[in-house]
């Protein structure tokens, strides 16, 4: 992680210690259509274009960096039946990602690891497809 990183870190967790909260599932809701406790601004129908984009599908791997609370990666992964790694640098972000895949019921094809985007612990060519919504690089 980049030592400037920190400050954002700390922003992150804070965010996602209310993202939970009714009025703010309402708003994201409302504004985009998900409720999986996002921080960005990628809509629902945008999320199922990347998901037709890449074919998705059961036995494939999707990986989604950046990945906040799970989203699009978790909700792609729910509609295609392919698997996802969920990768973030805030732990709290990780532990909303792994309560939702659990709750969806598909916390055996999905894991979040807390990692910076600049050193994935994912293995060269082991991924079908990545993702990285709303990431600020």
């Known amino acids: 992680m980049a030592p400037d990183a920190s400050d954002d870190i ?8 209310v993202s939970g909260t009714d009025a703010l599932l309402a708003a994201e809701r409302e504004a985009l259509g998900s409720d999986y406790q996002g921080n960005g601004y990628t809509t629902l129908a945008e999320a199922d ?22 989203w699009p990666g978790l909700y792609l992964a729910e509609r295609d039946g392919c698997s996802v790694v969920c990768v973030d640098p805030v732990a709290e972000g990780c532990a909303v990602g792994r309560q939702r895949a659990a ?22 060519g082991s991924a079908d497809a990545v993702v990285h919504t709303d990431l600020l690089c």
């Open 103 to 124: 709750a969806d019921g598909i916390g055996h094809r999905a894991l979040t690891v807390r990692a910076d985007a600049r050193s994935l612990p994912i293995r060269a």
């Open 10 to 17: 700390e922003r992150f967790r804070e965010r996602y210690a």
């Open 49 to 70: 274009l990347i998901g037709d984009l890449l074919d998705l599908g059961p036995g494939r791997l999707l990986v989604d960096v950046g990945a906040g609370c799970g």
